[in-house]
């Protein structure tokens, strides 16, 4: 399945879900997403990316263990239906905001809980979130660095070539003459 359709999957579950447990899951399933679009963007996304992506994937790693939960059944991850990143700057838009909303859903548990396992658990949680956040967000700021710098290239050949673009043509050929 392509990932941005894995990632709007997960929205949708972590917006109906109810309860620690519930939100708990869902926070796993995103950590496992992250690692595993950060594993496809290691494999065969842009060269300039695989050192942040190599980076997302170990954190999202992290932050699915530290989210080790009962609800996750073993083999149950979304994530394991990842066929392909069609569009990587789409899918790690899409990414960051289903991470940033399970930051604010992990939060809301860690405020409501009394259980102080639970509420540890959180906070690990919410800092490997935040350590995803940023790596997707610096993979983004590449991704537009690296636009801009082809835009000004072509921009630059373009005052190279004149007013009127390049002419090509006949070499030698002047109107009006044999």
């Known amino acids: ?3 941005e359709r894995l990632i ?3 929205r949708r579950a972590l917006a109906a879900s109810r309860g620690a447990p519930a939100v708990m899951a869902e ?3 995103a950590q496992a997403l992250a690692r ?3 594993g496809q963007l290691v494999r065969s996304g842009p060269a300039e990316l695989r050192t942040d992506a190599r980076g997302l994937s170990e954190i999202g790693g992290r932050g699915a263990a530290v989210l080790d939960h009962p609800m996750v059944p073993a ?4 994530a394991a239906q990842l066929s392909e990143v069609a569009d990587v700057p789409r899918t790690l838009g899409a990414l960051g905001l289903l991470l940033g909303d399970v930051g604010i859903a992990l939060v809301g548990v860690a405020c409501d809980t009394e259980e102080d396992g639970l509420y540890w658990q959180c906070i690990e949680a919410i800092d490997a ?3 995803s956040i940023d790596r997707v967000y610096g993979m983004l700021r590449r991704l537009a660095e690296q636009e801009q710098e ?3 290239e072509q921009e630059q050949g373009r ?3 004149g007013p009127y673009g390049v002419i090509r043509g006949p070499a030698g050929f002047v109107a009006g003459q044999p």
């Open 27 to 29: 926070a796993w399933q």
């Open 150 to 152: 082809l835009e000004r």
């Open 8 to 10: 709007e999957a997960g």
């Open 129 to 131: 979130v935040d350590e």
């Open 36 to 38: 595993t679009v950060g």
């Open 1 to 3: 399945m392509e990932a």
């Open 75 to 78: 083999g149950a991850a979304r």
């Open 159 to 161: 005052e190279r070539d």
